[in-house]
């Protein structure tokens, strides 16, 4: 039983296009957030939702907009696709306790877009 | 800016020896610090961590060493197996009241059987 999952798991697309990716966690968590992990392997964090709040945007251009629909759900949407877009997109969650972060991110098993 | 830097980006180390991760911070606000372990094709998953209130923690073969003086910690893995062969990330986060933390580059661990 999958904790979080994301769809699609590969995406390959031409630049201009615009797309999304989904993301689900059946963990109960409160907050949850959008990862970019370049082809180095270095993992940026990108936006922070809690129950459907932002609550984290860090400089992302203006092409990528997260929707949260409900607290069990962020959604990623790309618009207008670059060449640098193309990494694996971790989506992940993670709840606090008494308020204070406990360090512990669920992650999603990734979707690797390669933008041509 | 590197917010937390780490070394090294790569270690090959023989079946039974111990790997050292080692990790830097400067933002004294950090006040936890987990470790994630990724396989190839799998999302992080945290494998440790550690609030700067103690020097040392050990879960099975897994050590965490934390100097808060020198703002450093390392991640030792004792008897390393093969199946420990994957990226190591270390992280660090404050009280913002999320989650938002700051990784390290990732150190790709290789153990040799």
């Known amino acids: 039983d999958t904790a979080v999952s994301q769809t699609p798991k590969y995406l390959v697309t031409q630049m201009g296009n615009d797309k999304s990716i989904k993301c689900e966690q059946n963990l109960g968590h409160d907050t949850m957030y959008w990862y970019k992990q370049d082809s180095k392997k270095f993992l940026k964090i990108m936006f922070s939702?809690?129950?459907?709040?932002?609550?984290i945007n860090e400089t992302v251009p203006n092409r990528f907009s997260p929707k949260s629909p409900d607290k069990a759900h962020l959604n990623l949407h790309i618009n207008s696709l670059e060449l640098g877009d193309s990494a694996v997109y971790f989506c992940?969650?993670?709840?606090?306790?008494?308020?204070?972060?406990?360090?512990?991110?669920?992650f999603g098993e990734g979707s690797r877009l390669t933008v041509l | 800016q590197q917010q937390v830097k780490q070394s090294p980006q790569s270690l090959i180390v023989q079946k039974g020896g111990i790997s050292i991760i080692n990790c830097a911070y400067e933002?004294?606000?950090?006040?936890?610090f987990p470790w994630y372990q990724q396989f190839p094709g799998k999302g992080p998953a945290l494998l440790i961590a550690?609030?700067?209130?103690?020097s040392e923690k050990k879960e099975g073969r897994f050590t965490i060493s934390f100097n808060k003086s020198a703002k450093q910690f390392s991640l030792h893995i004792m008897d390393s197996q093969p199946g420990d062969s994957a990226t190591y990330f270390c992280a660090a986060g404050d009280q913002t009241g999320a989650n938002n933390l700051f990784f390290g580059t990732g150190t790709r661990l290789t153990v040799i059987p």
């Open positions: 550690i609030r700067p209130d103690v």
């Open positions: 939702y809690n129950n459907k709040e932002l609550i």
């Open positions: 933002n004294t606000a950090f006040d936890y």
């Open positions: 992940a969650s993670s709840q606090e306790v008494a308020s204070r972060p406990t360090g512990e991110l669920f």
